[in-house]
């Protein structure tokens, strides 16, 4: 039988996001000069060791020029087509900065584009820029010279693991096991919360480890019904079990996308970012964790009440969560579908898993896949 590690909200997480928001700076006074938005003066993409920027398995170099910035956020795509996601976050306020992308990918056999983006964050708000390169078509057609040998097939790569289906009480998603893992990322919208007769909470979170062992590093963004006020809060965090979850000074809102990216710096010494895409927003924090790894999650949850150690409700959510973006490091054995089951009812359930990631929708039925 799975372990399910939970997630612990604690009733006191959303008076400290509250808090949070109430500290917030205050409107500038009449007259105050406004500070100007970051600029992005030139990005451009390059290779590595004279290699096309495009060249299919070498990675490419991502050098951009700003201004008024402090921090700049690059992403990219893992092949062509597919979700944009956050490869690494870097001080900019020197106006330069410069970033190594994961290896071109491209299993097609015509030349496609390729994305990366920047996103560029100061005092002044959010600046974003987008540019595309044509990557090498994946697979070549051999020349036709019929004096010479036919050449030896290529080894074919392991096929993926075909998921399998797992009930759950509070988890609805996809995990991969094998490991271990020591990065893991992926994207998601923050949805709202229908009204009902009593309290709700939704979570979406992306992690590491809770699947077969009781360890758990994770990160993500939480809704909270609540029926006496009629309103729905929301709030960002990152929990180690066993602790509880810590809140997270930045706001979320019903419709932001919200991308979580946690990587092992080093021994124990883990890395946690939050980056509201949305707003600019962005917190980063680096903790010690030593969790095997065994498993990275993408996952809508019903998270575990701090006070009585059961499953909330799981809140009514509206629109479908979808998840993007998906990445993890290590070795990939198995693919586990998590269908949530709450009171002998089906009340999430994940669609299937491509390329572009996979959504969630309450209910009973599964959604098209985004």
Same mark, same amino acid.
């Not at 030349?111 to 974003?128: E, S, T, W």
């Given at each position: 039988?799975?372990?399910?590690?939970?997630?612990?909200?604690?009733?006191?997480?959303?008076? *400290? +996001?509250?808090? /949070?928001? @109430?500290?917030?700076?205050? $409107?500038?006074? !009449?007259? %105050? #000069?406004?500070? =100007?938005?970051?600029?992005?003066?030139?990005?451009?993409?390059?290779?590595?060791?004279?290699?096309?920027?495009?060249?299919?398995?070498?990675?490419?170099?991502?050098?951009?020029?700003?201004?008024?910035?402090?921090?700049?956020?690059?992403?990219?795509?893992?092949?062509?087509?597919?979700?944009?996601?956050?490869?690494?976050?870097?001080?900019?306020?020197?106006?330069?900065?410069?970033?190594?992308?994961?290896?071109?990918?491209?299993?097609?056999?015509?030349?496609?584009?390729?994305?990366?983006?920047?996103?560029?964050?100061?005092?002044?708000?959010?600046?974003?820029?987008?540019?595309?390169?044509? *990557? +090498?078509?994946? /697979?070549? @057609?051999?020349?036709?010279? $019929?004096?010479? !040998?036919? %050449? #030896?097939?290529? =080894?074919?790569?392991?096929?993926?693991?075909?998921?399998?289906?797992?009930?759950?009480?509070?988890?609805?998603?996809?995990?991969?096991?094998?490991?271990?893992?020591?990065?893991?990322?992926?994207?998601?919208?923050?949805?709202?919360?229908?009204?009902?007769?009593?309290?709700?909470?939704?979570?979406?979170?992306?992690?590491?480890?809770?699947?077969?062992?009781?360890?758990?590093?994770?990160?993500?963004?939480?809704?909270?019904?609540?029926?006496?006020?009629?309103?729905?809060?929301?709030?960002?965090?990152?929990?180690?079990?066993?602790?509880?979850?810590?809140?997270?000074?930045?706001?979320?809102? *019903?419709?932001?996308?919200?991308?979580?990216?946690?990587?092992?710096?080093?021994?124990?010494?883990?890395?946690?970012?939050?980056?509201?895409?949305?707003?600019?927003?962005?917190?980063?924090?680096?903790?010690?964790?030593?969790?095997?790894?065994?498993?990275?999650?993408?996952?809508?949850?019903?998270?575990?009440?701090?006070?009585?150690?059961?499953?909330?409700?799981?809140?009514?959510?509206?629109?479908?969560?979808?998840?993007?973006?998906?990445?993890?490091?290590?070795?990939?054995?198995?693919?586990?579908?998590?269908?949530?089951?709450?009171?002998?009812?089906?009340?999430?359930?994940?669609?299937?898993?491509?390329?572009?990631?996979?959504?969630?929708?309450?209910?009973?039925?599964?959604?098209?896949?985004?």
């Amino acid at each position: 039988m799975q372990v399910r590690a939970t997630t612990k909200i604690l009733a006191a997480l959303a008076g *400290a +996001a509250a808090l /949070a928001v @109430a500290s917030g700076a205050a $409107p500038g006074r !009449a007259g %105050a #000069a406004a500070v =100007p938005r970051p600029v992005i003066v030139s990005i451009s993409v390059s290779g590595v060791g004279g290699a096309h920027a495009g060249d299919i398995g070498k990675p490419a170099m991502v050098t951009i020029h700003v201004r008024g910035a402090t921090s700049c956020s690059f992403e990219a795509q893992r092949e062509p087509f597919s979700s944009l996601y956050i490869v690494r976050t870097v001080p900019c306020a020197s106006g330069y900065a410069q970033v190594l992308m994961p290896p071109v990918k491209n299993p097609y056999a015509t030349a496609a584009k390729l994305a990366y983006a920047v996103h560029a964050r100061g005092p002044g708000g959010l600046a974003a820029r987008r540019v595309t390169v044509t *990557a +090498a078509p994946g /697979a070549q @057609a051999a020349p036709q010279n $019929p004096t010479a !040998a036919p %050449a #030896a097939p290529a =080894p074919s790569a392991p096929p993926a693991p075909t998921p399998t289906t797992s009930d759950s009480e509070n988890w609805a998603g996809y995990s991969f096991g094998g490991g271990p893992f020591t990065t893991v990322s992926g994207t998601f919208n923050v949805p709202n919360l229908v009204p009902g007769s009593g309290d709700t909470v939704t979570s979406e979170w992306v992690g590491i480890d809770g699947v077969s062992d009781t360890s758990l590093i994770q990160a993500g963004a939480t809704e909270e019904y609540d029926p006496t006020t009629g309103a729905v809060d929301f709030w960002a965090w990152w929990e180690i079990i066993p602790d509880a979850a810590t809140p997270v000074s930045m706001t979320v809102s *019903a419709g932001d996308r919200v991308s979580v990216a946690i990587a092992q710096v080093s021994g124990s010494s883990w890395s946690i970012s939050i980056t509201d895409l949305t707003t600019g927003e962005q917190f980063t924090t680096t903790q010690t964790y030593t969790g095997p790894g065994q498993s990275a999650e993408w996952i809508v949850e019903a998270p575990t009440a701090g006070s009585t150690g059961t499953e909330e409700t799981l809140g009514s959510y509206d629109p479908v969560v979808t998840f993007g973006g998906l990445a993890a490091t290590g070795s990939e054995t198995s693919i586990s579908q998590d269908v949530m089951i709450q009171g002998g009812a089906t009340v999430s359930v994940p669609s299937a898993l491509d390329s572009n990631g996979f959504a969630v929708a309450y209910g009973s039925a599964a959604p098209p896949t985004p």
